[in-house]
């Protein structure tokens, strides 16, 4: 069994066709089946199911797909070891972020990457959705922390968790004492929101949201950035929807409640150039599984095909609001520190 097997089979199980595969490989079809086939003789194991509509992993296969991301990942990492040792490159990853990065799970994924990686210089810059694309396709950056970043334009995507958004009052207001709350209770209070052009994913789904529910929102208070948005709703000038991993976030003087209908959820991808075989890239997304507990995310390519076979589920590890402040289901809870971490640090060591 050689490498190249196990990168072939990755890249059809992760993209569950072989024609996207191939273009992904940048090789042809035909040898790329040949090669899955002898890797499957080797094993002796049927790895893919496969008709001239769909391509779908086995049992077998979705337990293989975990060992040979492994074993890749440790491969990857060997190459990095051997770079650093020869003075080489691979000690830089450039990383783009969403305005709502550092009140997400990024900076824990960054510290954790920066642990394993202690030579990888992380150069950090926070962008928004229009910038952060074009430094992606352009190669200025290595990889982009993103809130729904648009299907095509040259991309891979890898899902990585989904937040609820919840409301966040300020402790005192008339509303806090209730468990959940609906959009016509907020209908006269004022409202506190993120310009449109700094986070648009995120904007867009809280203007449909109000539109939907019929509350217009006229009374409402704009903020550049969403540490902005936080103090605000803390000083007391009005109320806010919010990822759920924001909850522990000046608690005390913020009372974050479950709205009803619930909002759809924000989701945070990795998004890296089409094309691209990085071995810094590659460990960052082993370490990103990691922390937000997904063992087989689903990355699609520029067809942004979905699939069954793995990805997100409805309501995967992110923070949930079942309670008046959330839980994580997968791994020990952040501490505050670990939530709020600062992102504009050089973690060269």
């Known amino acids: 069994m050689e490498l190249r097997h196990l990168r072939y089979f990755v890249a059809v199980a992760e993209e569950l066709s072989f024609s996207r595969a191939a273009e992904r490989l940048h090789v042809s079809q035909p040898p790329l089946s040949q090669q899955i086939k002898q890797l499957e003789e080797e094993v002796t194991v049927q790895l893919l199911e496969r008709t001239k509509r769909w391509v779908r992993l086995t049992s077998a296969g979705r337990l293989f797909l975990e060992h040979a991301r492994q074993v890749l990942a440790q491969v990857d990492s060997a190459v990095l070891a051997a770079r650093r040792t020869m003075g080489g490159e691979g000690d830089r990853l450039a990383v783009a972020c969403t305005p709502w990065a550092d009140l997400m799970a990024v900076p824990r994924i960054l510290q954790c990457f920066s642990e394993v990686h202690r030579r990888i210089g992380i150069e950090i810059q926070t962008l ?73 994913a995120y904007g867009e789904i809280v203007a449909e949201y109000w539109r939907q529910a019929g509350v217009p929102m006229s009374n409402r208070l704009k903020a550049d950035q969403p540490h902005a948005v936080i103090d605000l709703v803390a000083a007391g000038a009005g109320f806010a929807l919010v990822p759920s991993s924001v909850q522990e976030y000046r608690k005390e003087l ?63 590890s992110g923070w949930l609001p079942a309670t008046p402040l959330g839980r994580r289901r997968h791994g020990p809870e952040p501490t505050t520190a670990e939530v709020i971490r600062p992102l504009r640090v050089d973690s060269r060591r």
């Open 128 to 200: 928004d959705a229009a910038l952060q694309l074009r430094a992606v396709k352009a190669g200025t950056v290595d990889v982009g922390f993103m809130l729904a970043p648009p299907e095509g334009h040259g991309l891979q995507i890898e899902r990585l968790v989904r937040y609820q958004l919840v409301v966040a009052l300020p402790a005192h207001h008339r509303l806090a004492t209730l468990p959940e709350l609906s959009p016509r209770d907020l209908a006269q209070d004022r409202y506190v929101m993120l310009t449109a052009d700094v986070a648009p």
């Open 254 to 316: 913020i009372a974050y409640r479950r709205l009803i209908p619930v909002p759809p959820d924000l989701e945070l991808s990795l998004v890296w150039a089409r094309g691209v075989e990085s071995p810094a890239v590659n460990a960052l997304r082993e370490v990103a599984r990691r922390v937000v507990a997904q063992p087989r995310p689903h990355v699609y390519g520029e067809s942004g095909t979905d699939s069954p076979s793995g990805g997100l589920s409805d309501r995967p």
